[in-house]
């Protein structure tokens, strides 16, 4: 007599040895064999009941992949906002000094530094980020690698 379980391996309760899916072992072509002369195995008994001990790691498991998610995508953000910060900076310098040199009036000034500024698009800062800043990129290929596995749930 045979019981079904919980994996893919069979209880033989004759002698409570469990047997593995495996087509070359003896005791997996018994049990074929048995399956085919009309033999029908025990159901697999119900699961146990996770403890209350068990309960709360499952669900501090599972708080602690959302927190750890929200903090990549968080900071991953940051370093986008932080990019147009300093380089809306960067932008604004290099145009003044264009506008000092060519004595352009405030009218003309304002023009180019928002000119320069509308560069700094979010795919150029994260361009960028990607080249310059090890820690960024590491971050974002982690962040990819992990939403190409969870595409496959």
Do not use: C
């Not at 159901?43 to 009941?49: E, F, G, I, L, T």
């Not at 599972?62 to 900076?89: E, P, Y």
Request: no cysteine; hydrophobic share 45%.
């Amino acid at each position: 007599m045979y019981q079904l379980t919980h994996t893919t391996q069979v209880l033989h309760l004759q002698d409570a040895m469990y047997i593995p899916q495996d087509e070359l072992a003896t005791d997996w072509q018994a049990y074929q064999a048995w399956l085919s002369a009309g033999g029908v195995p025990l159901p697999a008994d119900p699961p146990k009941p996770l403890s209350p001990l068990e309960q709360i790691r499952q669900l501090e498991q599972a708080s602690a992949d959302k927190q750890a998610r929200m903090t990549r995508v968080s900071l991953l953000a940051l370093a986008i906002d932080k990019g147009r910060v300093i380089g809306t900076i960067q932008m604004t310098a290099l145009a003044n000094g264009l506008a000092d040199q060519q004595g352009l009036d405030a009218s003309a000034r304002a023009a180019l530094v928002a000119q320069y500024v509308s560069q700094l698009t979010d795919e150029f800062i994260h361009a960028k980020l990607m080249a310059l800043d090890s820690g960024y990129k590491a971050m974002h290929e982690l962040e990819q690698q992990i939403e190409a596995l969870r595409s496959l749930l």
